[in-house]
């Protein structure tokens, strides 16, 4: 099987977070979430949009920055798999635990959160190994 390009990795672990995340949710909604919450300017609502969203713009953007440092600097790789997955868990103290939601949501959106840490693991260990590949060519 051939090697994926950097950006297939970014690609399927952004694509993998949003499906992952918007079955929790579906789940979490089944359940009886309601997924409303008071904010500054109201009530509000985080719903199947916003779950892939904030899913998928954190993820991409970490990711393609990992893609694009990886080959320059060597210490990229193992600072993302430490800050990655703990950027993933204290957002869910600082964007989900301090909110009005109920149960259930919270708790849906906590798992949304946790289900990114194994997803960054997997990618940036694979972005690391694809630039490690690429490096030894480039040398031989």
Not at 73 to 89: E, N
Not at 124 to 135: D, E, N, Q
Request: net charge positive; aromatic share 4%.
């Amino acid at each position: 099987m051939a090697e994926l390009s950097r950006a297939a990795i970014v690609a399927l672990a952004v694509v993998g977070a949003v499906v992952v995340n918007l079955v929790v949710y579906a789940v979490g909604r089944a359940a009886g979430g309601t997924f409303r919450f008071t904010a500054a300017g109201g009530p509000a609502e985080a719903d199947a949009v916003t779950v892939a969203a904030f899913s998928a713009l954190p993820l991409l953007v970490g990711l393609t920055a990992v893609a694009l440092l990886a080959p320059r600097a060597g210490w990229v790789v193992p600072a993302a798999s430490v800050v990655g997955p703990a950027l993933a868990v204290l957002t869910i103290v600082l964007m989900t635990l301090p909110t009005d939601l109920d149960a259930t949501s919270k708790t849906t959106l906590a798992l949304c959160h946790l289900t990114l840490v194994p997803i960054i693991v997997v990618a940036v260990t694979a972005l690391g190994r694809r630039t490690r590949s690429v490096a030894g060519r480039v040398a031989t």
